[in-house]
């Protein structure tokens, strides 16, 4: 019975589905209010750097995830996706990596999830149901 549930290539597309749909809605966020990508820019050029490089989120967030939905370059969508994330943790959440949230959960939880589930995109590729198999 258990054997029956052997599908790698469901499990693939689930996850791709799922991290890529996921991300996707925060990228989608920042395109429809032009001010997330201003507040981005401004901690960007704290660090010294141009502000320009806050349109980088929306390929992590965008154009990486609309990749990995379809499974077309799977595995540099994951990067893509994780680089984003660690981005992001360096930029914003850095102070609350020992921490815990109202419902006794990792402050960073979905931050966790996003970064991990690309790590595994990276690693298992998009499987048999993709546009680019691998």
Same mark, same amino acid.
């Given at each position: 019975m258990l054997n029956a549930l052997h599908n790698d290539a469901l499990g693939k597309l689930i996850l791709r589905l799922a991290v890529g749909g996921l991300m996707l809605f925060h990228g989608v966020a920042k395109l429809l209010? *032009? %001010?997330?990508?201003?507040?981005? &820019? &401004?901690?960007? +050029? &704290?660090? &010294?750097?141009p502000a320009f490089?806050?349109? %980088? /989120?929306?390929?992590? +967030? /965008? /154009?990486? *995830?609309?990749?990995?939905? /379809?499974?077309w370059q799977t595995r540099l969508a994951g990067l893509l996706m994780a680089g984003n994330m660690l981005v992001a943790f360096l930029l914003v959440h850095t102070g609350q990596v020992f921490m815990l949230n109202d419902n006794g959960g990792w402050q960073l939880e979905l931050q966790g999830l996003f970064f991990f589930g690309s790590l595994a995109l990276i690693f298992l590729g998009g499987g048999r149901m993709a546009v680019r198999p691998g």
């Amino acid at each position: 019975m258990l054997n029956a549930l052997h599908n790698d290539a469901l499990g693939k597309l689930i996850l791709r589905l799922a991290v890529g749909g996921l991300m996707l809605f925060h990228g989608v966020a920042k395109l429809l209010n *032009p %001010g997330a990508i201003d507040w981005i &820019g &401004g901690l960007i +050029e &704290g660090y &010294g750097l141009p502000a320009f490089l806050a349109y %980088g /989120v929306l390929i992590g +967030e /965008v /154009v990486a *995830p609309l990749m990995a939905i /379809v499974g077309w370059q799977t595995r540099l969508a994951g990067l893509l996706m994780a680089g984003n994330m660690l981005v992001a943790f360096l930029l914003v959440h850095t102070g609350q990596v020992f921490m815990l949230n109202d419902n006794g959960g990792w402050q960073l939880e979905l931050q966790g999830l996003f970064f991990f589930g690309s790590l595994a995109l990276i690693f298992l590729g998009g499987g048999r149901m993709a546009v680019r198999p691998g």
